[in-house]
Structure formats: C-alpha cells, structure tokens
C-alpha cells in the first residue's frame, strides 16, 4: 500500500481563514492525506495566509523562505500557499519566489486537492495546474444565484466529527453566513480577496448547525464581514436540481434602519429570521453568537431577537475604526460617529447587559491629533468591554493606497496606538469589574495557556491559591476571558467544552478571575424554583470562594 501523503498546514489572520483550514483539512483527510504538526515531516506544507496587514503577509514569507532553503538543500516538498495573500499577490509569487509550487485563493478552495495531486505527481507543471485564483474571474455575478458555487460544496461536505479525528472534544464551532464583502472600506483588501458577497442558504446553514450539534458541539458563531448584511430571497437563486443556492448579495442600499427592504413581495430571510430559526429549530445548541457586525443596517428586528432568545449570546463585536467623522468618510464606512453612538443606544436600550467589543485603525492618512481625540472620546464614551487597535497599513490595490497620502509617521501610529491601548486597558477593568460578585456561565475552552496575565506596568494579578494548582480558562456569554482554579478531583478534561457557573472574586483588564461554584451543572438548571409571596423565584447554591485578590508586583 502506498504511504499516506503528510499535511502541515499553518493558519494566519482571521476567523474566516480558520474556518477555511478546517474545511480544507476534511477534504483532504476524506482524500487519505494525514496532517502533521511537524513542518519538517510533511510531504506538503500550506500556509493559509493573510492580507489585511503588511506585518501578516511579512510572517509567512519568512516562512516561505525558510522552506526554500530546505528546498535548496535538496528536500522535496511541495509548498503552497492558500488564502487571501495568494489571491491579492496573485502569479509573481511564482517568480519572486520559485520554491512555491501552489497558489489557491480563498475563493478556489475547492480546487485544492487537484492542485496537492498535481504537485505531487510531477515537478513541472503548467502554471494553469498549479494556480487557482479568482482574479478578473472572480465570482461577481449580475445574476443573484451564485450557481457555479462548488465552494459551498466544501462548506456543505463539513466533517461532522467534534473532535476531528484528534480524540479531544472540540465543543465550539463556526458557521459561515456569508462569503466575501460588498463594502469596499477604502483601507481593505478583502473584497478584492474574498470576492463580493454570496450568502448562503437558510435551510443549508440551520442543517450545519443542527448537524454539529448533534455531533456534540455546544456553541456555534456564525461568520461573515458585515453578518447583518444577511439577507436571502427566496424562489431568486435556484439551482439545476430545484434547489435553492447561494446567491449574491443585494449591497447595503436594500437596507433601512429596520431590517431590508421588502423585495417585490418576494420571501426574504432576514438575519434576524436566521438567528430566530437556528435559535427555535436547533434547541440542543447552548450558545449562539456571530461575527462581525456593521453598524449601520442593523435594524431593531435583530436586537428584539437577541433580547427574546436566551441562547443567543448578548454581544457585539461592531468595529467603529474612529471617531472621527472626516477619517471616517475617507474611508468608506457608510456612518457618522453619530450613527454609530445612536446604534450602540438602540442596542443597550434593548439590551441592557450586551457586551460591545470592537476594532480601531490609528495613523489612517490625514489621521490629525484632533481626529485621535474624538476616537478616545469614542471608547470613553462606549464603554467598549476591548478593542483590537490595529496600526494604518497601507495595502495595494485598495482605494487609500491609491488616492491617500500614508503621511501619519510611524512613531506618531505607534503612539497613538499605545495611547488607545492604555485608555482601553482602564476602560476594560472598570466593565469587568461590574461582574466581581456574580456567578457567571463560562464555556470552559482548556487549561489557561497563559497562567496569570499580566496588567500594564509588569502588576501580576492573582488571589491566594494553592501554588501549583491548575487553571482553567474560558469565556461567558458576553466574551468575557475568565480564569478560575481547577478543583481538588477534578480534571480539566473533565470540564472542558461544558458551560459552568464560576463566581467572579477580581477583575483584571483582560480576564475575569473565579472559583467554581459548588456544582458544575449549567447555571439555569441549577436553579431551584421556590415560591415566594406574589411569585417564583430562583434560589441558586451558596458556595464559599478562596480569599480575594491579592497584588504581586513583580
Ligand atoms: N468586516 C469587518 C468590519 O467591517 O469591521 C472587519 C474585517 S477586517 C478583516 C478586520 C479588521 O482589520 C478591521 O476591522 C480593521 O480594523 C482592520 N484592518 C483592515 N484593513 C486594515 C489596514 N489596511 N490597516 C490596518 N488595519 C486594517
Ligand atoms: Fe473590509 Fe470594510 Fe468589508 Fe469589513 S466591511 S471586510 S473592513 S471592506
């Protein structure tokens, strides 16, 4: 019997790409490939790779070097590059960097083990043979049925194994919504490497869900660029057997404050009928939550949903990217500050305890120290519970690149970026301290890979503990990183992937710290219905936890 061919693949950038690696490793695993966690091991290397930086694209091309002095050296192993790089910088990798043998954009996936095969079986091969990008051919479509579609093949043909094959439950899993991006921020490469927007299939994404979680995942986040943009008609997009297929998007002008327009009369699923059906006809699912959110188009209909349907996850992560209204129209956003504060009170006043994260971009062109003012005055005012802080990079072939001066200095964008950051770290223990004294429900992601963090100026935080003991790391429902001690007889296998309770003592800038509470059943049904006077109420159990914070300073 041949020798089973041996996969490394490495993953860089954003939820989307990790979604992608999984898929790519079930097609290929299904194909008799097995994956290594050893590059130098592997008959094949890919790097599925990131755009949306110049520091991230720089990673993997020290990657790419390295494997071509292996190659020099007289090593056969095909190397590929996958993903948004390969897509945006297109064949002169190829030359620039001939250890290469492979190139597959994010929108070409499906072509992946063809171009594997064809690299293996002999060195020189046509470049036809061993490229697949979407380039001029990208999937834009005029029509509205994205037909051709072989991609949702790959998300359809999901290997539904909660472990995925490495004997450990895996419990949380994402879901895409939505391929690709229509708003052509004037700063971004994505929709000129994923492509324009194609949503996918109610029926097909609620089968996903259901199908995971009768595989034993527990919390599900749903994926796309603008997830409120989600909207499908249906009878528009219909496929050659009479099915319903993905189709494009309509862009953001079909929308009002609340929800899409009406079309034609047609049948449309929103995105809050989406999350309404998955909420009601997946009812094993513990957690729902999704990723990422535009602010403007996102209508009330969403925030009623969020509030009437307990398990999807009270939490926005809605980038804001400044407070200032002139960058914010050099960059296409679409929203004033205004807007964007008028949002953020529509969705407290329907949820009061929802949990609001974002991204920020420091040193875009123009960017004058007023304009950084009225972005720190944006997170004060927000109350932000954290934000990714991201340094201008400028990116070829987008609208900045070519239209605006990259003229902030570098020491001025590292500033102001440290400037932020600071002004977050106080905003986001303040937030989390509101939560010291409440029990709250934590998704138990593994053993904290971290131990304790450590706050800005070198202040370790930590309460008494016995020296030694295990921690346990994961998140609440509104995102919130908490830490908490694993108990004397247990073991974090044994906790791993299931919710629990865990009463907060301290709070730090970036995480929560708790001890369990008595029991490891899920919060609600723990709670013991007495009655009382004029109703019910829920008693919880009494537990006591160690001693409070104590600080160390290093
Ligand atoms: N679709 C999401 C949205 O509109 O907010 C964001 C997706 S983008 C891949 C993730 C984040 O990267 C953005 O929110 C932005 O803050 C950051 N980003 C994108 N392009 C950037 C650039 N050229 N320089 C610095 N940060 C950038
Ligand atoms: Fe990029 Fe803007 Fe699309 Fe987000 S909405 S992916 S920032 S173009």
């Not at 490469?189 to 029926?203: I, K, L």
């Not at 004294?437 to 309460?463: H, Q």
């Not at 908490?484 to 007889?489: S, Y």
């Not at 008693?539 to 600080?551: G, H, I, N, V, W």
Request: hydrophobic content about 35%; overall charge positive; glycine content about 10%.
């Amino acid at each position: 019997m041949p020798r089973a061919r041996t996969i490394f693949l490495e993953t860089f950038g954003c939820q989307m790409n990790q979604l992608d690696s999984e898929l790519v490793r079930g097609q290929l695993g299904a194909l008799g490939y097995s994956f290594t966690p050893d590059a130098s091991a592997a008959d094949v290397v890919l790097f599925n790779t990131c755009s949306v930086r110049e520091q991230a694209e720089n990673k993997v091309l020290s990657r790419v070097g390295r494997i071509g002095q292996r190659k020099r050296q007289g090593e056969r192993v095909v190397l590929g590059l996958i993903g948004c790089l390969a897509e945006r910088q297109g064949m002169p990798l190829l030359s620039r960097y001939p250890q290469i043998d492979l190139l597959c954009g994010p929108g070409e996936l499906d072509r992946l083990p063809m171009l594997i095969d064809n690299a293996l079986k002999t060195e020189t091969v046509d470049a036809a043979d061993r490229v697949a990008l979407a380039g001029n051919r990208s999937r834009r479509s005029t029509t509205l049925a994205a037909v051709d579609d072989n991609l949702e093949l790959l998300d359809l043909s999901r290997a539904f194994d909660p472990d995925g094959g490495s004997g450990r439950a895996r419990r949380s899993a994402y879901v895409r919504i939505t391929r690709g991006c229509n708003k052509f921020c004037t700063y971004c490469v994505v929709p000129f490497t994923r492509g324009a927007e194609v949503h996918r299939t109610p029926d097909a994404i609620v089968q996903e869900c259901r199908r995971l979680v009768d595989g034993g995942v527990v919390e599900i986040t749903l994926l796309g660029q603008t997830v409120n943009h989600y909207v499908y008609t249906h009878g528009a997009a219909i496929g050659v057997n009479g099915q319903e297929v993905p189709q494009v998007g309509p862009g953001g002008s079909a929308f009002t404050r609340s929800g899409p327009h009406p079309a034609n009369g047609q049948r449309v699923t929103t995105f809050a009928d989406l999350l309404g059906r998955i909420h009601e006809e997946v009812p094993s699912l513990r957690r729902l939550r999704f990723v990422t959110c535009y602010a403007r188009d996102f209508g009330d209909d969403i925030l009623r949903v969020m509030r009437d349907c307990p398990r999807i996850c009270r939490y926005l992560h809605v980038p804001a990217q400044s407070g200032s209204d002139r960058i914010l129209r050099l960059m296409n956003r679409g929203y004033s500050c205004g807007e964007y504060l008028d949002f953020i009170d529509r969705a407290r006043d329907l949820l009061p305890d929802v949990s609001i994260a974002g991204d920020l971009i420091v040193g875009f062109p123009t960017e004058t120290e007023q304009d950084f003012e009225q972005t720190a005055h944006l997170l004060r005012r927000v109350r932000f519970k954290n934000n990714f802080i991201f340094k201008y990079s400028p990116r070829p072939g987008t609208t900045a690149w070519d239209r605006l001066p990259d003229d902030v200095p570098t020491e001025v964008k590292r500033q102001r970026n440290n400037d932020l950051l600071a002004l977050q770290s106080t905003i986001s223990t303040a937030v989390h301290a509101e939560q010291v004294g409440r029990t709250v429900e934590v998704f138990v992601e593994g053993v904290s890979r971290k131990g304790v963090p450590t706050a800005p100026g070198g202040v370790e935080l930590a309460w008494e503990r016995p020296r030694g003991r295990i921690q346990m790391s994961g998140r609440t429902a509104g995102d919130l990183i908490t830490v908490f001690t694993l108990p004397q007889g247990r073991t974090p296998e044994s906790l791993e992937g299931q919710i629990v309770p865990v009463r907060v003592i301290e709070a730090a800038s970036l995480v929560l710290f708790g001890c369990l509470e008595a029991s490891t059943r899920p919060l609600a049904e723990q709670m013991t219905v007495v009655p009382k006077g004029d109703g019910l109420r829920p008693r919880l159990p009494s537990l006591k936890c160690p001693k409070p914070l104590t600080l160390h300073l290093d």
